[in-house]
Antibody
Framework: QVQLVQSGAEVKKPGASVKVSCKAS????????INWVRQATGQGLEWMGW????????GYAQKFQGRVTMTRNTSISTAYMELSSLRSEDTAVYYC???????????????????WGKGTTVTVSS | EIVLTQSPGTLSLSPGERATLSCRAS???????LAWYQQKPGQAPRLLIY???SRATGIPDRFSGSGSGTDFTLTISRLEPEDFAVYYC??????????FGGGTKVEIK
């Protein structure tokens, strides 16, 4: 079945970096964008950015520019999100999600996240 | 950046009642790029609606989406016990940036 399996929980000190992985199975990894979304405890969803696994092209939310890097290894169908210069406010659950972009009509497309990983808890604490 | 404002913040209803959730955008959004998600405690979000009104695979027909421009609505026609959750709207805009609304919690009255 189609699924995204994320790496396990991480505990990091302020100033460190964290790299979360997201392994895809059940579909062609290079055919769908991967987006990263995070959620602090009791808070809403926050979009971090996208990556096209085929080209490696990325786009990041302005808030995370300069601190986040999204990469992939197509040979093992795995996407990665690395966040640097961690601070306590980065403590959150980090989700990867497959994004489907399909034609709605001649010049219109749908774009939505239809498969999600279970999330990776990242705790930043001294 | 387009801001999505969801209202109300919390909706207290009983099973069997109708739920109407609002998502208002700070500027016009293409309907094809408006989606709704459901999230239960301890779980990842689940896609409910895409293209403002198309139900995702396996989503019951008591869920419906509507709207255009800056005003979008998610309606749950008759609440089932498993529908009590938090609902988020999301838009995909220019420069391929995504934004989420702040969420509406549907709780049991």
């Amino acid at each position: 079945q189609v699924q995204l399996v994320q790496s396990g929980a991480e505990v990091k000190k302020p100033g460190a970096s964290v790299k979360v992985s997201c392994k895809a199975s059940g579909y062609t990894f290079t055919s769908y964008d991967i987006n990263w979304v995070r959620q602090a405890t009791g808070q809403g969803l926050e979009w971090m950015g996208w990556m096209n696994p085929n080209s490696g092209n990325t786009g990041y939310a302005q808030k995370f520019q300069g601190r986040v890097t999204m990469t992939r290894n197509t040979s093992i169908s795995t996407a990665y999100m690395e966040l640097s210069s961690l601070r306590s406010e980065d403590t959150a659950v980090y989700y990867c999600a497959r994004a489907t972009r399909i034609a709605a009509s001649l010049h219109l497309y749908y774009y939505y996240m239809d498969v999600w990983g279970k999330g990776t808890t990242v705790t930043v604490s001294s | 950046e387009i801001v999505l404002t969801q209202s109300p913040g919390t909706l207290s209803l009983s099973p069997g009642e109708r739920a109407t959730l609002s998502c208002r955008a700070s500027q016009s959004v293409s309907s094809s790029y408006l989606a709704w998600y459901q999230q239960k405690p301890g779980q990842a979000p689940r896609l409910l609606i895409y293209g403002a009104s198309s139900r995702a695979t396996g989503i019951p027909d008591r869920f419906s989406g509507s709207g255009s421009g800056t005003d979008f609505t998610l309606t749950i026609s008759r609440l089932e016990p498993e529908d009590f959750a938090v609902y988020y709207c999301q838009q995909y805009g220019s420069s391929r940036a995504l934004t989420f609304g702040g969420g509406t919690k549907v709780e049991i009255k």
